[in-house]
């Protein structure tokens, strides 16, 4: 395993008791993936489209239903035969008792049902891609969020730097002063620009606390204290040459495989279409049982009935008013705007990859200008700084070189943190950015 380009060497938590913790990218992610609620709600969207991607959803299964009911009449009744003969019952009460029990199965509908379970699962399947771009996307701005903070921590660490200089600069012409080697204006100058560091060192603690915050709260953690160190140099995992990127862009860019799933998806719905032009076969059967209860006044007293039913439908949509052309149209429209939309993410995706890849280039090669320039600042400090501790030259030189040193080791950082960005960004864009080595 590669060593860990750059990592978080302290982080420490004020929790009932202070408890120190170190965080590496690796980390950082595996806790994003554990706790970001867009990686959640996306991971929701798919166990749901997985559920749905049944065939109970789609009507495969028969449907079976049972009734039954209890029915009576109560009321008087007359009835005359031909012979003049009559039978009365003024309180009389009838009763009606039923029950069945039925089944209905499509045995042929054109394919659809199958068709509809087909493109379910390709709903699963887009839900999936949906999932792993929320994840690309938000492993994009976590380390990004990441690499910030760590600038932020570089800045701070600089700072410290220079404000020690300072100290000790404004020691040695407070002791000078005592001695008569001095006046009292160095001491001031010297008390002027220690102050201006302190004060830069206080909004470099500023921003080091609160981009740290930033990224913590992004993982799904709030911790109230937080100190960051930096302590490692920052390292590249791009390999690829500019054509190598278009092309895994081209096969591993997840937009562009979101809308090769939303073309696959149209051409169900226009499958499905056909086959609802063709005929449905369906079966039913039943069973029923009733029993009559006719009262006191009907020639009957009893009726009872049970059997056996079953029957085979066909039905044909021959005309429907013309909804189903009007579909057609309309998918045809939408085929087209996919295919628009496909060649618009090509073009944009390799501009946008071509752009980045430039600036990445870029930015390594200031990178190397810088710590070449640090050398050189480094080297001019330290003949100024024993040119000034000799007493050959002033404040003013001294402070120059100073400030020349933090100054190119600011802008070193800087560049070095803008390529690792840089980098994250082309690795998302050519699909790679789930690869360790972009984190390592």
């Not at 690309?136 to 660490?157: G, K, V």
Request: aromatic content about 8%; hydrophobic content about 40%.
């Amino acid at each position: 395993m590669k060593r860990i380009d750059l990592w978080l060497l302290g982080l420490f938590f004020t929790v009932s008791g202070t408890a120190q913790t170190v965080l590496t990218a690796e980390q950082a992610v595996a806790e994003l993936l554990q706790n970001n609620f867009e990686v959640r709600l996306a991971e929701n969207s798919v166990e749901l489209a997985g559920v749905n991607a049944n065939k109970a959803n789609v009507g495969l299964y028969p449907v079976v239903q049972m009734s039954g009911g209890i029915n009576g009449d109560y009321g008087g009744a007359r009835q005359s035969f031909q012979n003049g003969d009559q039978i009365e019952a003024s309180a009389n009460l009838q009763q009606l008792y039923n029950a069945s029990i039925g089944m209905n199965y499509n045995l042929y509908q054109g394919g659809e049902r199958q068709l509809s379970l087909d493109r379910l699962f390709e709903e699963v399947d887009r839900m999936e891609l949906q999932k792993q771009l929320t994840i690309e996307t938000q492993m994009t701005e976590l380390l990004t969020r990441f690499y910030q903070a760590a600038e932020a921590a570089a800045q701070y660490r600089l700072q410290e730097e220079l404000v020690v200089f300072s100290e000790e600069r404004l020691e040695r012409v407070e002791t000078n002063l005592e001695y008569g080697r001095g006046s009292s204006l160095d001491v001031t100058n010297a008390e002027v620009d220690l102050q201006r560091d302190k004060a830069n060192l206080i909004n470099a603690r500023m921003m080091r606390d609160q981009r740290l915050r930033q990224l913590l709260l992004f993982m799904g953690r709030t911790e109230e204290e937080v100190e960051l160190q930096l302590d490692a140099e920052v390292e590249y995992g791009l390999v690829l040459g500019r054509e190598d990127l278009l092309k895994e862009a081209m096969k591993r860019n997840l937009q562009l495989s979101l809308v090769d799933v939303d073309r696959a998806l149209l051409s169900y719905e226009e499958q499905i279409l056909e086959a609802q032009r063709k005929p449905t076969v369906s079966f039913n059967t039943d069973y029923g049982y009733t029993f009559q209860d006719f009262g006191q006044g009907a020639f009957f007293a009893q009726q009872r009935s049970n059997g056996v039913g079953a029957g085979i439908n066909v039905s044909w949509n021959l005309y429907d008013g013309g909804r189903a052309k009007q579909q057609r149209q309309a998918l045809e429209v939408q085929m087209q705007g996919n295919n628009l939309r496909k060649e618009q993410q090509e073009l944009q995706i390799k501009s946008q990859l071509l752009n980045l890849y430039d600036n990445y280039q870029a930015a390594l090669e200031l990178n190397a200008v810088e710590k070449r320039s640090i050398e050189a600042a480094q080297e001019a400090f330290d003949r100024t700084r024993e040119e000034y501790n000799l007493g050959r030259l002033g404040q003013i030189e001294f402070r120059q070189a100073q400030i020349n040193l933090r100054n190119a080791q600011l802008a070193e950082r800087q560049t070095a943190y803008n390529a690792k960005i840089l980098e994250l960004q082309i690795a998302q864009l050519a699909g790679l950015i789930r690869d360790e080595r972009y984190y390592y």
